[in-house]
């Protein structure tokens, strides 16, 4: 299954938001799983990957997935690495064509980025840790680097955990507000008095701040959606267990 977003159909873009469907994995992994770290089988996991590419038109070569930390580090990609080595970072920028950036997720925020003008591309992998540091105002930093422009830029948030499904403490609450006050708009009571968290509109928020005026939320629950994501709350509330991790995708047509 792939999702597009018409805020990034444009000419020279090609991206996808990719679910959980379409692949050959099985059991928890079942079926488009693409976490080298899952502890699926490395072949079938790579085998998804080269199916998501190929939905893209771009060979498993040229895709670039870094791993994923949880931080604000932003890496300018030049040309694929060893899928076994991959950088350390929650941020992707490139301007060559013919490449596939990349971000895996399950409930955190792909967000991809595209500045069709100045030909430059970036993705984020944003969890409320990576978007509480600074990773969204670290892609649109590094895609300008490469000589994008904020206004320019259009950015979308795919697939993520939703504020119905994000119930969180009074200390995450107060993270949140200690590093801005306003951040307590994201956050609302439920019947039983917890608390439950806007990550997507969080993000939305973040984007704006560095710039970015063309923003847009796809506002699919990866909890709720169970036959279409893989989400790690859905996991960890069912008893835990191994889970799968699902990818969104962007480049420059070559």
């Not at 030909?119 to 105002?137: C, D, I, K, S």
């Not at 959606?225 to 699902?246: I, N, W």
Request: charged fraction near 20%; glycine fraction near 12%.
């Amino acid at each position: 299954m792939k999702l597009e977003a018409p805020a990034l159909t444009l000419a020279g873009i090609r991206h996808g938001f990719f679910g959980r469907q379409g692949g050959v994995s099985e059991g928890a992994f079942a079926s488009l799983n693409v976490g080298l770290r899952s502890g699926d089988e490395p072949a079938r996991v790579l085998e998804n990957r080269r199916r998501a590419a190929a939905a893209l038109d771009a060979p498993l070569a040229n895709l670039c997935v870094a791993r994923q930390v949880h931080g604000a580090r932003c890496v300018r990609v030049e040309a694929p690495w060893p899928v076994e080595q991959p950088p350390e970072a929650d941020a992707l920028v490139t301007r060559r064509p013919g490449l596939l950036l990349g971000v895996t997720t399950a409930d955190c925020a792909p967000v991809l980025l595209a500045d069709p003008q100045a030909g430059v591309v970036g993705a984020a992998h944003a969890g409320w840790r990576g978007a509480l540091a600074g990773v969204l105002e670290a892609v649109v930093a590094g895609m300008v680097e490469a000589g994008a422009e904020p206004r320019r830029i259009v950015a979308v948030v795919g697939p993520c955990i939703a504020q119905e499904s994000y119930e969180v403490g009074d200390e995450f609450y107060s993270r949140f507000l200690a590093e801005d006050p306003s951040s307590a708009r994201f956050f609302a009571r439920s019947r039983d008095g917890g608390l439950r968290f806007d990550l997507a509109g969080y993000c939305l928020a973040r984007l704006a701040r560095a710039g970015v005026e063309q923003r847009a939320a796809l506002k699919r629950d990866t909890v709720r959606e169970a036959a279409l994501f893989f989400s790690y709350r859905r996991t960890t509330r069912a008893g835990g267990g191994p889970f799968g991790v699902q990818l969104s995708a962007i480049g420059l047509v070559p």
